[in-house]
């Protein structure tokens, strides 16, 4: 279907463009939205009829979107969650969460204008893009942690999803140590001491015995 667009729609054009796009995203989107016109004769003569004070107004929405986009950008919105010692949330942050801290700080964000593509289900720091107007996009940022002060450290730029990471590391690496016998400084044949409190050193004599006399057997 061609469409005259109403204003700005990103990867399609701007307002007065004469665009073509699928029958489903005009019904159900950009009609009823009133961002575009069906392109007919009829449509094109009213909307150059009314080009003017459409465009105007555009400017006027778009300066006051810019105005606010001052205020918001950069804006940051702490919200601490339970999650596992990978960083995994045990749920997810969405739209509405955005939504309610940013008003907490003055922000009067509709949820329609709050873009995430997915939920957050991760700590660290996140970023969001809220859409003032169709041309003035704005980042905030969303600081999703276990405590305050975790999240006191992520504002500082500290990556604790990365420190969550090499901690399970080193913890992995202590337990496997441990383990681990160490035969450091050991003289030829002799049996590490841990070997001789389990008894396995009297098992490994007996085998050795029993393969010298089977030796002298065969010769």
Do not use: W
Not at 95 to 108: C, K, P, S, T, W
Not at 130 to 147: D, G, M, Q, W, Y
């Amino acid at each position: 279907m061609d469409i005259i667009l109403l204003e700005r729609i990103e990867k399609l054009g701007t307002i007065g463009d004469v665009v073509a796009v699928k029958d489903g995203y005009a019904r159900n989107f950009l009609l009823p939205q009133k961002k575009a016109l069906r392109a007919n004769e009829a449509n094109k003569k009213v909307f150059e009829a009314n080009r003017e004070r459409l465009e105007k107004e555009n400017a006027e929405k778009r300066g006051e979107a810019e105005k606010l986009g001052e205020k918001v950008a950069g804006a940051e919105v702490i919200l601490i969650r339970a999650a596992s010692n990978a960083g995994q949330l045990y749920g997810s942050v969405n739209v509405r969460d955005m939504v309610a801290g940013l008003a907490e700080q003055g922000h009067d964000i509709d949820k329609k204008q709050v873009i995430m593509g997915a939920p957050i289900k991760t700590i660290g720091m996140h970023d969001v893009t809220v859409a003032l107007h169709p041309e003035v996009h704005v980042t905030v940022k969303a600081n999703v942690a276990r405590s305050d002060d975790e999240a006191e450290l992520q504002s500082q730029g500290v990556d604790v999803l990365a420190q969550l990471f090499e901690d399970e590391q080193r913890e992995i690496e202590e337990a496997a140590a441990d383990t681990r016998i160490d035969n450091d400084g050991l003289e030829p044949g002799e049996i590490p001491a841990e070997l001789l409190e389990e008894g396995v050193a009297e098992k490994i004599e007996a085998e050795a015995a029993e393969d010298e006399a089977a030796s002298e057997d065969e010769a």
